[in-house]
Structure formats: structure tokens, C-alpha cells
């Protein structure tokens, strides 16, 4: 982002205080950059849930890889046994 060029605030020399134009004026601006930067924020805390729910999702597929793996060892296991079995029978 690059910064605007900022006008001075101008100080009023009867009664004190600044000109209420330039405070407007820069609230204005000021108000656009919050506006803009909530903007910016939300579409972030959106793009942020979509890649949680894809985390998650990726973290289901790996568990249900990782049971069907443990099931996959298991029945080698179990057809070794038998394998052993009956070769010493």
C-alpha cells in the first residue's frame, strides 16, 4: 500500500483549535483506511476457515491412509503366521 500524500491539519488563529474541514477531511480518509483494511480482514478470516476445513480434511484422509495401513500390516502379519503354520505342519 502506499501512503497518500497527507494534508496538513491548519490551525485556526481566532478561537484555536483546527479547521473543522481538515479534521473532517481526515477522518474521512481515515475512516476509508479502516473500511478498507475490515475488508481486507474478512476476506482473510475466510480464505483462513477454507484452508482449515482443507486441513482437516487432509487430516482425515492421512488417519483413514494410516488405519488402512495398521490393517494392511496386521493381515500380512496374520497370513505369515498361517504361512509359517502350515509349513511346520
Request: charged share 35%; proline share 2%.
Amino acid at each position: 500500500m502506499t501512503q497518500p500524500q497527507l494534508e496538513p491539519l491548519r490551525y485556526r488563529r481566532l478561537g484555536g483549535g483546527f479547521r473543522r474541514q481538515d479534521v473532517e477531511a481526515s477522518l474521512q480518509r481515515l475512516l476509508t483506511t479502516v473500511s478498507t483494511v475490515e475488508g481486507s480482514i474478512e476476506l482473510l478470516r475466510r480464505r483462513t476457515a477454507q484452508l482449515e476445513a482443507e486441513l482437516e480434511s487432509a487430516r482425515a484422509e492421512l488417519e483413514a491412509y494410516h488405519a488402512r495401513d495398521e490393517w494392511l500390516e496386521t493381515t500380512i502379519r496374520r497370513a505369515e503366521d498361517i504361512l509359517l503354520r502350515a509349513v511346520k505342519d
